[in-house]
């Protein structure tokens, strides 16, 4: 007998916990909701949107109204219109124990800005997927000109470096190597503004100090373009530090194993 009433009082005690919840559940969605709290993640200073132009795409697509109640968020759509923005590596929406909710957004860290043959210019960022760019913001990265005739969709660097017939027609995976290394480099990340593409394949380094000519050549591989920046850190450290900005018209990196320099004639 005392087990029966045992029994009995606990399914009471569990369908009174179940109709609080119920309860607590309804009252929630007839609250009316505040505006999210949106979070931009930055891995830079570079941001390509901010917490006010996010809210205000959010209205203007209707995922926020005034009015709005728990039970009219559609968090899984928000994702997807939210992650469609090419600047936005992740985002998460989510629903607060007390019935505010969140915004987190993840913002993709660039680190080249291509102006191709197309007239169009576009960002490659840390992860080498394309970015486009805004009126509103810009970011201060390597700038790569010339023949370039990759277009803002193109592929990623990843599916170009894995596809043999793309690799010899495509430019964005040379250009990620160089970039990557550039923006990891402090010495360099100061020193190179711009490469530009020549169209026999050759990339030329525009030196933010001096007026040197310098012949990068192809950036075929990670192991390629970081021989390439040791022999010219090697160059500015012993030559430069010698002998000045001014004394070198060209140098030339292409070659394996050795840097060629041709001086400024000094009588033009």
């Not at 191709?116 to 960002?123: K, L, M, R, S, V």
């Not at 402090?186 to 711009?194: A, E, I, N, R, Y």
Request: aromatic share 10%; with cysteine; charged share 25%.
């Amino acid at each position: 007998m005392k087990n029966w009433v045992k029994i009995v009082l606990w399914s009471l005690f569990g369908i009174l916990i179940i109709l609080i919840g119920i309860k607590i559940q309804f009252d929630l969605n007839a609250q009316i909701l505040p505006e999210p709290n949106i979070v931009i993640h930055l891995e830079d200073e570079n941001a390509f949107i901010t917490e006010t132009e996010l809210l205000d795409q959010l209205k203007l697509n209707h995922f926020i109204f005034e009015g709005q109640k728990i039970d009219e968020i559609d968090t899984e759509a928000m994702e997807q219109f939210i992650g469609a923005i090419s600047h936005v590596k992740s985002v998460d929406v989510f629903q607060q124990v007390n019935g505010e909710w969140q915004v987190d957004v993840f913002i993709r860290k660039p680190i080249a800005r291509i102006f191709n043959t197309h007239g169009e210019t576009f960002y490659l960022d840390a992860e080498g997927n394309t970015m486009t760019t805004t009126a509103s913001h810009t970011a201060r990265t390597l700038l790569f000109t010339g023949e370039i005739h990759d277009r803002s969709n193109s592929i990623s660097t990843t599916e170009i470096i894995n596809n043999d017939s793309l690799i010899s027609i495509r430019k964005l995976d040379d250009i990620y190597r160089i970039s990557a290394y550039v923006c990891n480099d402090p010495l360099f990340h100061s020193l190179v503004g711009q490469m530009h593409l020549e169209k026999n394949g050759d990339f030329i380094l525009v030196p933010v100090v001096g007026d040197q000519k310098i012949i990068f050549g192809t950036a075929h591989s990670t192991q390629d373009v970081e021989s390439k920046f040791e022999k010219l850190k090697i160059f500015y450290t012993e030559a430069i530090a010698y002998e000045g900005w001014t004394k070198y018209a060209e140098i030339n990196l292409k070659y394996e194993g050795q840097i060629v320099c041709k001086k400024k004639n000094l009588n033009e």
